[in-house]
């Protein structure tokens, strides 16, 4: 007779461990069922290593501007298997780290591949034989991959997705990035420190397209003194592979054709979620353009089977997909005061050179409100630890309701600006005010007074610009 528990989660990523944990947690029997390694697509092939990566070329880029904080460094040079190679058993701690985490709440993990076949039950296969695992509570948080466009598959040699261009067997003296969110700048980053000749496609009219449009605007113009060559508005119409080698061939929003060739190209045009071959429309799980429809409390509308994460949709962040667990794990639980995730508080972070940072709305879509609004900005070079970093390019951006003093929203290009967010993270669930904000005190000197500076701008009281 198969082993029953009060919650299965499939999928062992962060919004699948963290689940599990909290359920633990709250005393109900849980399984997670993996066909890879825990930490899922975030700790092993996404945001951890990806981190590792730029911190690498942080370094290197730091190690070139030596002579400017009164060192002496002659032939810089790096090895990128070295690289790869730290970026990867980071990656491996911290998969690690999640299943001593299994065994310290005593979850049960199932290794394979799991096919939802009615309400409570799964069939979860491995190395070809099949068991049966039921559950009172099914938590689908089997996530998403990068997708493709037809034409430009990946092939894994010249053509890569985040996967291959996290484990690089070859430096690429030049790169075709396709795709200029999150994931494509970052490698684009990445590369570009590390000396590779990069070139970034975007189809919208601006990089980084869901930040604010002036941060965005930013963003681009340090790219490109850089070094990036930028085509925005500008599709690929077609790649052809060489021996060692792509051509692309672009084309403008004017209809203007040109081509690129590049040693390899990164397909960074979104992600699809995992649904295929999982049972779910066969037992009324409804899946939309690759995403499992689910309301506000992560329900699917079949009872006890609930969705989280990337494969319901975006935001695709982490820590997004963890709080959608522990809203499910708490539900399940039956514990009181639980309420929906509001994904207008959720930040989003981009970890380029320089590094971008949101939450709430941008200015364009806080004016189609129809509120009347107030906007402040306070720039880096006005603030004397960025100064004393040597980091003085960079914006902090507030909008307030004007009417309320309500935070709508905050965006942010900088150094670590990655790390400040959360302060206005904080502010949005808290439901601070402009009035609010302009009396908090903050410390100096640290770059978080241009957090306060932002603030004070909106009503033209900065103090330092």
């Known amino acids: 007779m198969a ?58 880029h730091l190690m070139h501007r030596a002579e400017e904080f009164g060192f002496m460094v002659e032939n810089v040079k790096f ?15 911290l998969s690690n780290g999640v299943g ?16 939802i076949v009615a309400k409570n039950r799964l069939h979860v296969t491995k190395d070809g034989k099949t068991d049966e695992v039921s559950a009172k509570n099914i938590v689908l948080a089997t996530g998403a991959r990068p997708r493709t466009l037809p034409g430009l598959e990946p092939d894994g040699k010249l053509i890569w997705t985040s996967k291959e261009a996290l484990v690089p067997n070859t430096f690429p ?6 795709g200029s969110g999150a994931i494509g700048i970052e490698f684009a980053s990445f590369f570009k420190t590390l000396g590779s000749d990069v070139t970034v496609v975007e189809v919208l009219d601006r990089v980084l397209p869901v930040e604010d449009e002036e941060i965005s605007a930013f963003a681009h113009k340090a790219f490109v003194k850089q070094g990036m060559k930028i085509k925005v508005a500008t599709t690929v119409e077609k790649l052809t592979k060489g021996e060692n080698g792509v051509i692309a061939t672009l084309k403008s929003k004017d ?44 329900e699917t509308g079949v009872d006890g089977v609930y969705a989280i994460g990337d494969l319901t949709g975006p935001p695709w962040l982490a820590h997004k997909a963890m709080h959608e667990g522990v809203i499910v794990a708490e539900r399940i639980a039956g514990v009181k005061g639980v309420h929906p995730l509001d994904t207008s508080k959720i930040p ?17 879509k806080a004016k189609a409100t129809g509120r009347e609004i107030k906007v402040g900005r306070f720039p880096f070079i006005g603030n004397g630890k960025a100064i004393a970093l040597g980091e003085p390019e960079g914006l902090i951006k507030t909008v307030f309701d004007a009417e309320t003093g309500e935070l709508l929203g905050a965006h942010m290009v900088g150094a670590e600006v990655t790390e400040l967010i959360q302060g206005y993270g904080i502010a949005k669930s808290l439901e601070g005010t402009e009035e609010a904000l302009s009396g908090v005190v903050f410390p100096h000197p640290t770059l978080s007074e241009m957090m306060h500076e932002a603030v004070l701008d909106a009503d033209k009281k900065a103090l330092h610009i």
């Open 3 to 60: 082993e029953t528990f009060d919650v299965v989660v499939v999928g062992g990523g962060p919004g699948g461990y963290v689940c599990a944990i909290r359920a633990a947690q709250l005393g109900l029997k849980t399984a997670v069922v993996e066909r890879d390694r825990l930490g899922g697509i975030c700790l092993n092939w996404g945001c951890i290593p990806t981190k590792a990566l730029l911190r690498s070329a942080e370094v290197f």
């Open 255 to 298: 209809g203007k054709t040109e081509t690129v060739t590049a040693d390899r190209a990164i397909l960074a045009v979104g992600i699809v979620g995992n649904v295929e071959n999982m049972g779910f429309e066969e037992v009324g799980i409804k899946v939309d353009r690759t995403h499992v429809v689910v309301n506000e409390w992560c």
């Open 173 to 178: 003296k030049s790169l075709l990035v396709i």
């Open 348 to 364: 989003g972070c981009t970890y380029c050179q320089p590094q971008v940072a949101s939450v709430g709305m941008t200015e364009a």
């Open 79 to 93: 090895d990128l298997d070295k690289i790869v190679k730290r970026s990867r058993k980071v990656s491996e701690q």
């Open 100 to 115: 001593f985490l299994m065994k310290k709440h005593k979850i049960t993990v199932i290794a394979g591949e799991a096919k």
